[in-house]
């Protein structure tokens, strides 16, 4: 079957305006998770969904982001007021649940931003 | 204190060679551990997870977890040039409504042919 998708796979933006980012995860993950990586850094969690729901919105870097999921599977992240710090590749990837136990989270190909 | 830790490197062994891959966590609570690969320009994919303490081995990989030192390491034996890439130590812990996954920032290998 089809790995997780996200779109588009690149956006350039202006300073201040607003983007809104894409992430189809794997048919029948219930668990899906918002990372954004800058060049050369580690993984930054963002957020993550259980279902619909996000028991944790404590990655989210401020309040110009947000982020939804609806019926269970498609999710959107949007940052508005976009600044050039917001600059980086956002990635998505949905596990087959929230576990402690060998959990693995499958990864989309990520959406590169880029705001000038 | 990052929450997880990992050598940054570059990290540059010979081909053949055993590379050694270290990570640290803060957070006594954390309950299973994992280690990804991530290619430059691409996505992160799991290589394997570990939960008990001890040896996990996958073909050329082992994975090593002392959870009483919070230490879990990941050795690549007879190291290819194709095992170049940046290996990213993750962490799940409990967290409301479920498992919380911390990455660290990543070391980098470099296999020399």
């Known amino acids: 079957g089809a790995g997780v998708s996200q779109s588009p796979s690149n956006k350039v933006t202006e300073k201040g305006k607003d983007v809104e980012l894409r992430c189809d995860p794997i048919?029948?993950?219930?668990?899906l998770y918002w990372y954004r990586q800058s060049l050369g850094q580690g993984l930054e969690f963002l957020i993550y969904?259980?279902?619909?729901?996000?028991?944790?919105k404590s990655g989210l870097p401020s309040d110009r982001f947000s982020a939804e999921r609806t019926g269970g599977s498609v999710s959107t992240l949007t940052i508005q007021r976009t600044q050039q710090e917001d600059s980086a590749v956002y990635l998505c990837?949905?596990?087959?649940?929230?576990?402690?136990?060998?959990?693995?989270?499958?990864f989309g190909p990520g959406t590169r931003l880029l705001v000038l | 204190q990052k929450e997880v830790e990992q050598n940054s490197g570059p990290l540059s062994v010979p081909e053949g060679a055993i590379a050694s891959l270290n990570c640290t966590y803060s957070?006594?609570?954390?309950?299973?551990f994992f280690w990804y690969r991530q290619y430059s320009g691409k996505s992160p994919e799991l290589i394997m997870f570990i939960y008990s303490n001890g040896d996990k081995e996958d073909g050329r990989f082992t994975a090593q977890l002392n959870k009483a030192s919070q230490y879990v390491s990941l050795l690549i034996r007879d190291s290819q040039p194709s095992d170049s890439a940046t290996y990213l130590c993750?962490?799940?812990?409990?967290?409301?409504?479920?498992?919380?996954?911390?990455f660290g920032a990543g070391t980098r290998l470099f296999v020399k042919a």
């Open positions: 048919s029948g993950h219930t668990a």
């Open positions: 990837a949905s596990s087959a649940r929230t576990g402690g136990f060998g959990e693995t989270q499958y």
């Open positions: 993750a962490v799940n812990k409990a967290d409301t409504g479920g498992f919380k996954t911390i």
């Open positions: 969904f259980q279902g619909n729901s996000a028991p944790d």
């Open positions: 957070d006594r609570g954390s309950q299973s």
